[in-house]
């Protein structure tokens, strides 16, 4: 029989801080390999623990920023505790979203070959939270402020088969002429559309400054609106707040809603209006929507009945060693995680049969063993 020393192990995998911030929540920070190149985000988790099945908003940072710096500034975390969904701060390479949409990756339309496919990024990152977290991937939406808005408008054309929401904030649509009129003739795919804009925006246009409905003169809005339910440029606004208003270009009944929030004399900023909270406004739209994949991640890749059949965990409860029953594939990789979802152990091409856990504290664990594209969790508890 083989023994693994946990104590000896070095932890390759996915690396992760988390702090609990509160009796309720968590914060973390995590890294990935996307496009050959790590890729990092900062995260926040409402509970004691990483639930399963938790929907996922992305946020993305503006030039020159970070994940880290979005989640301080646009009130999410709180929106997450207080509506149990999982809120992701990805971070854009040097600071800056590649959030030209064509046809090639990254911005090698721009000239620019060597630049990270952002797109890429966050499909393997919403693939990686839905094998490691096991989220709801019907419900995962993507936000932004300024570039991060930039990039959730080419999430929206991109990515729509993972997102199913976007909420843009002081932003437009950036990209090649000829790709998009394409895309918007012969390959559309509706989406739900919430942009947040100031209208004394100086810095990204505000998408309707002669404040007159103008048939195709609201851009983007104007691009997505005739498709979504056939209106060619807004229909009327409602107050939401003193300072904001609702201009209303698909309502949403029967239609994905394409809605332009207007803040009144707001700049190149994230919104601040007294009885307007933007992220619960996000929140609010977003969660109406859902993809229809049949996908569910607590099953993700799951294959037990082929390549895990025999496959469990003794004793339970552990004391200082787990073993396990059954015969593990070549080549498997092993992954054990805490009720925190902190990585505490990890090992590829794994043939062992007991690990060694008396180094863990007491609570509750999960192995995960991924063969191919076969994936079995088991939960087990440590005393």
Same mark, same amino acid.
């Not at 394409?258 to 900023?269: C, F």
């Not at 025999?310 to 070549?330: C, F, K, M, R």
């Given at each position: ?21 509160? +009796? ?22 409402? =509970?004691?623990? $990483? ?23 646009? =009130? ?16 854009? +390479? ?9 046809? +090639? ?12 496919? *952002? &797109? ?19 419900? $995962? #939406? ?10 959730? #408008? ?21 990209? *090649? ?5 394409? #895309? ?6 509706? &989406? ?21 409905? &103008? ?27 003193? !300072? ?6 698909? *309502? ?6 394409? @809605? ?46 082929? +390549?895990? @059949? ?14 396990? =029953? !059954? @015969? ?20 590829? @091409? ?8 008396? =180094? ?24």
């Amino acid at each position: 029989m083989k023994t693994i020393n946990f104590k000896k192990t070095v932890f390759f995998a996915f690396s992760l801080i988390a702090a609990i911030t509160g +009796v309720h929540a968590i914060d973390g920070t995590g890294n990935l390999i996307s496009g050959g190149i790590t890729r990092t985000f900062t995260y926040h988790a409402p =509970g004691a623990t $990483v639930d399963p099945a938790l929907p996922v908003m992305i946020v993305m940072h503006g030039d020159g920023g970070t994940g880290a710096g979005i989640q301080g500034s646009t =009130g999410f975390d709180a929106v997450a505790d207080a509506n149990n969904f999982l809120a992701i701060y990805p971070d854009a +390479v040097g600071g800056a979203w590649n959030r030209y949409v064509d046809n +090639v990756p990254g911005d090698a339309g721009l000239g620019n070959p060597g630049a990270p496919d *952002d &797109v890429l990024f966050i499909s393997d990152l919403i693939d990686y939270l839905c094998a490691t977290y096991f989220i709801d991937p019907n419900k $995962v #939406y993507a936000s932004g402020h300024s570039a991060g808005g930039f990039m959730a #408008y080419n999430l929206s054309i991109q990515l729509n088969n993972k997102v199913a929401a976007f909420a843009p904030v002081s932003a437009s649509l950036w990209g *090649d002429d000829p790709f998009m009129t394409n #895309y918007f003739t012969n390959a559309y795919v509706p &989406v739900p559309i919430c942009h947040i804009h100031g209208d004394a925006d100086m810095v990204v246009a505000y998408p309707d400054p002669d404040f007159t409905p &103008v048939a195709y003169d609201e851009y983007p809005l104007s691009a997505f609106s005739p498709l979504n339910c056939g209106n060619q440029t807004y229909t009327g606004s409602t107050t939401i707040v003193a !300072g904001a208003q609702s201009v209303n270009f698909c *309502d949403g009944v029967g239609n994905k809603k394409v @809605e332009l929030v207007r803040i009144n004399g707001m700049g190149h900023s994230w919104p601040a209006v007294a009885g307007f909270d933007a992220a619960t406004y996000i929140w609010n739209f977003c969660n109406q929507y859902g993809l229809t994949t049949g996908i569910n991640c607590a099953t993700f890749g799951l294959n037990d009945d082929a +390549v895990f @059949e025999n496959i469990s965990l003794y004793p339970i409860p552990a004391l200082d060693q787990i073993n396990i =029953g !059954g @015969e593990v594939p070549e080549n498997s990789t092993v992954q054990m995680m805490d009720g925190l979802g902190r990585v505490v152990y990890s090992q590829k @091409e794994f043939n062992q049969t007991t690990i060694d856990v008396s =180094g863990l504290s007491p609570g509750i664990y999960f192995l995960t063993l991924k063969s191919g594209n076969a994936t079995k969790q088991i939960k087990f508890i440590k005393n």
